[in-house]
């Protein structure tokens, strides 16, 4: 259990190239590279952009509304629209979603709250196929 969460707490990026501080509201679509921290609102789309996807982290006072695109994803404030994280998405206690969110890996805390769909997008798994064992 421990593994797993480090594992995937590494993957996400280390540091935080951009903030859109508290007070600060954006009208407009938002693209970034690397890392950005939200604290304020965006009435707009919000995309990383570049190679490695990008590293998008919500505070308890954010507030989004529109589509968004990363590979990872930490979310504590809220978000209106339909999510979309390619690799990492954590939803932390006070994270409020309306819309549909498609993740390959997810970690959800108590107190988290989805109002729409949860869709894995995982690669390409491999089914196996049970066989009944033979009676004799």
Do not use: C, W
């Not at 593994?3 to 509201?25: C, P």
């Not at 693209?31 to 921290?37: M, S």
């Not at 490695?52 to 930490?74: F, K, N, Y």
């Not at 504590?76 to 993740?103: C, H, K, M, W």
Request: hydrophobic fraction near 35%; aromatic fraction near 4%.
């Amino acid at each position: 259990m421990f593994l797993k969460k480090d594992k995937a707490s590494s993957k996400l990026q280390s540091r935080i190239d951009s903030l859109i501080g508290a007070g600060t509201k954006i009208e407009g679509d938002v693209t970034f590279v690397g890392g950005l921290r939200v604290d304020g609102e965006v009435k707009g789309n919000v995309r990383s952009t570049g190679d490695g996807g990008g590293t998008l982290v919500l505070s308890e006072h954010a507030r989004i509304e529109g589509e968004i695109h990363v590979s990872h994803l930490v979310i504590n404030g809220t978000i209106i629209g339909p999510v979309y994280s390619s690799e990492f998405l954590e939803l932390q206690p006070r994270a409020r979603v309306t819309g549909d969110v498609q993740y390959n890996s997810l970690e959800m805390h108590l107190g988290a709250i989805v109002q729409g769909r949860l869709v894995h997008q995982g690669g390409t798994g491999k089914t196996v196929e049970l066989k009944l064992a033979s009676s004799n």
